[in-house]
């Protein structure tokens, strides 16, 4: 699955640069994850990264954006390819 941000973030900007695919952008109203590029870090980290560090714990999974842990590293190897 992919990450996604509720309205319950508060814009403080932490997981943003810590994204290693850049799929957390800043949407109209709060930061926002593109889905085709989030890879729940796999391949990059053991730890979500953005999850670990938002303060307000507002980044749960998508549930409309279901995804295998080997889809997420075929996602990573195919991102990582087109760098």
Do not use: R
């Not at 109209?28 to 303060?55: A, D, M, R, S, W």
């Not at 409309?64 to 195919?78: H, M, N, R």
Request: aromatic share 8%.
């Amino acid at each position: 699955m992919a990450l996604m941000i509720t309205d319950a973030c508060i814009n403080c900007d932490v997981c943003e640069p810590a994204c290693p695919n850049d799929a957390i952008y800043e949407g109209e109203e709060h930061y926002e994850i593109k889905p085709e590029l989030c890879t729940e870090c796999v391949g990059h980290f053991e730890e979500k990264q953005c999850v670990t560090l938002c303060p307000v714990d507002c980044i749960p999974l998508d549930p409309d954006w279901k995804e295998s842990q080997e889809q997420l590293f075929q996602k990573y190897q195919s991102l990582s390819s087109s760098k």
